[in-house]
């Protein structure tokens, strides 16, 4: 059920990778493209840490629900926006106050039921649910906003979100346990968190590249559809996550890690390399293949850091980060790209990538949990 109830979930949040062009419908530049696009994970981060202390505290089911209407309200209330504004960047703020709940909520669950030692495996396969749901999302948003316009999409996100809510309502709780927060925050001051955190900010920062920018860089090259390289992406993914899940076990979480950074890097300089559809399709391969290793190994590593009976709390801390890489590098790559180009984003963000890399081999020589 949590599998399923995921995949509708990660539906309603693969179709906003085409909000940008929506944006762009209202007037707003590269830069408010990003902007707007960022500022949803503004109330993500500013929620994370009652999150964390409620998902330890008093368990998982309720905030779940909670998230679950919240981002069902968010759908309908893109009904009523039509144009750049305060209620444009209030709904924004909603929208990332419900995918920030869920995505720390669901993850939680998905570790609850996974052994310590098999965690990035047990992540990873879970994962797949997401990465389904972005497969057959992208190409019927797609075609559903040609045909009918971002209303039409904006109604079946929000039947999306209510089968997402009725299938919450069957799963399963893990018992309450009663943990102060003072030594939550005292085990995440404690660890040693500074390396896996910094390869998330900056993943997260290559990631918007793709999510935020691939389709405004496609019609400005004259490709108006991206639904392939998407297929490609959330393929790939679930490709490695099926055949490589154990990888990071077997050669070392290091090495699987470098190895997910480098592909990420290299799929998205060839954005705009291969300014093609075939172009597109190969880098969506090789990001997809970074990202599908990427998530698991990053998350699983921070979780272990907390220990088992701060899962939760360490799970939002894990994408609490994340969301402000996407806060802080969203606009600032619309900003590149309204000063220079989108070739310069792409490379700035493969080069970020890259720098992460040498962080690992500099101050992560060995990872074990």
Known sequence: MLFVAHFFFAWSVWAYTLFPA??????????????????ASLSGILVRPGVGYILDHKGRRGILWIGSLIFLFTHLFYLFIDHLGVGLFLVRLL??????????????????????L????????FAISGQLGGTLCIPIAEALVQRYGFQALFILCATMSVITLLLCLFIRDT???????????????????????????????????VMFFI??????????????????????????????????????IRS??????????????????????????????????GHGLIVPILSGWVVSCGGESFRGGFMTLYTMVFDLGVLIG????????????????????????????????????????
């Open 118 to 125: 098999q965690r990035i495996r047990g992540i990873s396969l």
């Open 215 to 252: 389709k405004p860089y496609a019609i400005s090259v004259g490709i108006h559809q991206i639904a392939s390289f998407f297929i490609a992406y959330t393929g790939a993914a679930m490709g490695i996550r099926l055949i490589g899940s154990h990888w990071p076990e077997q050669y070392g």
């Open 22 to 39: 929506h944006l762009q419908d209202y007037g707003a530049n590269p830069f408010e493209v990003g902007l707007f696009m960022g500022i």
């Open 256 to 289: 699987a890690l470098i190895f997910a950074l480098l592909s990420m890097a290299l799929g998205i300089v060839l954005i705009v390399l291969i300014p093609s559809t075939k172009g597109l399709i190969v880098s969506g391969i090789l990001c997809g293949t």
């Open 330 to 369: 969203s606009p600032l790559l619309g900003l590149i790209v309204k000063q220079w180009s989108y070739t310069a984003l792409y490379i700035a963000a493969a080069g970020l990538i890259l720098l992460s890399i040498v962080v690992l081999l500099r101050y992560a020589p060995s990872v074990r949990f």
């Open 175 to 209: 018992a309450e346990r009663d943990i102060p927060i003072a030594p939550y925050w005292k085990e995440a001051l404690k660890a040693n968190l500074s390396v896996p955190f910094l390869t998330t900010f900056i993943f997260a920062i290559g990631l918007a590249s």
């Open 95 to 116: 929208h990332g106050l419900g995918v920030g709940t869920l995505i720390a909520t669901f993850f939680t669950l998905a570790i609850d039921l996974t052994p310590p």
